[in-house]
């Protein structure tokens, strides 16, 4: 079978509770260690975990025993793995203590690292990887091995790296673990060198343990399964010492859609995943992240909206259902018929042409002042503009509101009424206050007399945040009946001056009549 054959399977090992776990200021708590775990194993269904590092501390090897008990229970505990160093007993004896069952076992694939840090020579250090190796085996362990620095080792010192593997082959270790530690490979450098060490070593299994310091981790897989690479380590959200590991969502989805390659994870729980660890390592996703990212499913233009709707235009195998999710059509100063169209649909409302043309308009000038209108915004906008009665005897111009903590609001209010411009003042003990105070006075030469307040309303979107656009609907008194007007902006104080506006308007046509 050739090394690109679409029927391969790959296997992919997540190391988000271990190398992701050393992402500068990320500290999982041994429960949230164990709901992870549980989650990679058992929602998303990657091939194997790698959960921490012995001897780090007693609540790592609490956390590491609840892990172990769980995967026992539930058949997973041959999937289960922890980093241990060559340091014969010691590290052997903290993975059975917890009831593990696979060490990966840290050696040096560098020479310098072998004679710098440790102070050994090759064939020293061959010799305490099998005292090492040797005693795991007996207390029943299966043993994987990292050659640490392999990249830069391969490059400096390929006779050293040859060299270790000759020494270790025949010990009975199951995958030899080939990292790119710090990230400096190119694809092309990747697939060489991932080649050549199969071929010098046909009978052993290699992984590929990428990272991302030059944002080339996800292209690098790609390098290593075409050179023949089967298991891939990675992380969820990119976690990861410096700039992180390889994205497990990103290197599920381009090894399924563009090299035709097989998969164990179910796609849907990509998503799950992505946001547990996010809660849990307080490291947030940015917005655009491929595959994860909160945006990158949203169409903002409205040329792409159109041609989804005619004909598939802009979507690709990048579906977002794939994942559980739902494609979105933003709604803003971009926004087209199409935008809108797309969004009433998924609300279930019909408006006629001419009330989509408003309400359009609307989404389009609130979109100047407010960055996206989202599908939750969009009933506010709606009943503001079906609402609405096109009457302009008063039109706002200009108004600066000033408030601050324990001083007294002020207002400066510019309105045209009858082609005429009038200015004033006011203040008041909060914003809104202020500006009814300035249009009193604007409006008292007028012989117009504001009404009674009798009731204020402010809402804001199920699920709205700080950005999400503020309803206000105010009740007036009048001398037959009571009158409501409603106001819609991301302000709140706005939206309370739309309201009154339209509230003067509505009062001075009845007067006109």
């Not at 891939?232 to 700039?243: M, Q």
């Not at 809108?340 to 649909?345: D, H, P, Q, V, W």
């Not at 209108?373 to 706002?396: G, Q």
């Not at 400066?412 to 005429?420: D, L, Q, T």
């Amino acid at each position: 079978m050739s090394s690109n054959s679409p029927t391969r399977h790959i296997k992919l090992l997540d190391t988000t509770l271990r190398d992701g776990e050393q992402t500068q200021g990320v500290s999982f708590a041994g429960k949230e260690k164990l709901h992870i775990a549980r989650a990679l194993l058992q929602s998303l269904r990657v091939d194997r975990i790698e959960v921490a590092s012995a001897r780090v501390s007693d609540g790592e090897k609490q956390a590491v025993i609840d892990i172990n008990a769980w995967a026992a229970q539930e058949g997973f505990l041959e999937r289960v793995e922890v980093l241990g160093f060559v340091d014969h007993r010691l590290s052997v004896d903290w993975v059975v203590e917890t009831g593990g069952r696979v060490i990966n076992l840290l050696a040096k694939g560098s020479e310098k690292h072998c004679r710098e840090q440790l102070g050994r020579s090759l064939a020293e250090h061959i010799e305490d990887i099998r005292r090492t190796v040797s005693y795991a085996q007996e207390r029943g362990l299966r043993v994987n091995m990292y050659l640490e620095d392999w990249s830069n080792g391969y490059r400096d010192s390929p006779d050293y790296v040859f060299g270790l593997l000759e020494g270790t082959k025949d010990l009975g270790i199951a995958d030899f673990m080939l990292p790119d530690t710090l990230g400096v490979m190119m694809p092309d450098e990747v697939f060489t060198a991932l080649r050549d060490m199969i071929t010098r070593f046909p009978a052993l299994e290699f992984d590929f343990h990428p990272h991302n310091d030059y944002g080339l981790a996800t292209a690098n897989v790609m390098a290593a399964v075409k050179a023949g690479i089967n298991t891939i380590h990675c992380t969820v959200n990119c976690l990861g010492e410096r700039a992180g590991n390889a994205s497990v969502a990103e290197v599920a989805v381009v090894l399924k859609d563009k090299m035709g390659m097989s998969l164990s994870i179910d796609e849907t729980r990509i998503g799950l995943l992505s946001r547990m660890v996010e809660n849990f390592s307080g490291k947030w996703v940015s917005a655009n992240a491929p595959i994860v990212g909160a945006d990158v499913f949203t169409q903002t233009a409205g040329i792409h909206a159109d041609g989804d709707s005619k004909g598939g235009l802009y979507i690709t195998a990048l579906r977002p259902e794939r994942f559980a999710r739902k494609r979105v059509y933003a709604l803003g100063k971009m926004s087209g018929k199409a935008s809108l169209a797309n969004n009433l649909e998924e609300l279930g409302l019909s408006l006629s042409a001419e009330e989509q043309r408003k309400v359009l308009q609307r989404v389009v000038e609130l979109g100047d002042s407010k960055e996206v209108i989202t599908v939750d915004d969009l009933p506010f906008i709606i009943a503001d503009v079906l609402e609405s009665r096109d009457y302009r005897y008063i039109e706002l111009l200009n108004c600066y509101i000033n408030s601050g903590l324990d001083v007294e609001s002020t207002a400066s209010v510019r309105v045209r009424i009858n082609e005429k411009e009038y200015s004033g003042s006011g203040s008041g003990n909060g914003g809104f206050a202020a500006f009814m105070d300035a249009m009193a006075r604007i409006l008292k030469a007028r012989k117009f007399k504001m009404p009674d307040l009798l009731d204020y309303e402010v809402h804001i979107p199920r699920g709205g945040n700080t950005s999400a656009l503020t309803e206000c609907i105010i009740t007036w008194s009048g001398e037959m009946r009571d009158l409501k007007t409603r106001g819609v902006d991301s302000n709140q104080v706005l939206a309370a001056v739309k309201a009154t506006l339209r509230m003067i308007n509505i009062k001075m046509h009845a007067q006109a009549d």
